[in-house]
């Protein structure tokens, strides 16, 4: 990539997930799918989903962002790394900044480990409030077709 959607890119990842990263210098784009991914050491970091920039699992893990965070119990594990959707009684913390319709993260409590990557059904607070029904649309998760792309 030239530097200059590089720094486009790192701009677009501070803004929405409060990365900080500024030595993604060999990040390379490409297409999957038909959407614009974002590749760096040969994994992908980042897709295009409708307007926003979905973080992958493997790019939370490398980035470490500090936005758009959901926290859930221990209960919930099981059923996330299965594909399930995050459901508000499960929540025990989220960034209060989320809004609906962001892409958004999951992270366990104990470890605060990603889990997944979705859509927030609710704003933060909303989730945090536990009133019932989803919190988080799941778009991907450890072992879906996204975790498995070889580069």
Not at 36 to 49: K, N, P, Q
């Amino acid at each position: 990539m030239r530097s200059k959607e590089t720094r486009k890119i790192l701009a677009w990842m501070k803004e929405e997930w409060g990365v900080e990263n500024d030595s993604l210098e060999e990040l390379e784009s490409g297409s999957i799918g038909g959407r614009e991914s974002y590749v760096l050491d040969g994994e992908v970091i980042g897709i295009e989903e409708q307007g926003g920039l979905l973080l992958t699992l493997k790019g939370i893990l490398k980035l470490g962002p500090t936005r758009k965070w959901v926290t859930v119990d221990m209960g919930a594990v099981r059923f996330l790394a299965n594909g399930a959707d995050v459901m508000s009684p499960g929540v025990t913390d989220a960034d209060p900044l989320i809004e609906v319709d962001d892409l958004v993260w999951v992270r366990d409590e104990r470890n605060l480990r990603p889990l997944c990557v979705g859509r927030a059904m609710m704003s933060g607070n909303e989730m945090v409030a536990g009133n019932g029904g989803k919190a988080v649309a799941t778009l991907h998760y450890v072992g879906d077709p996204i975790w498995n792309i070889e580069v």
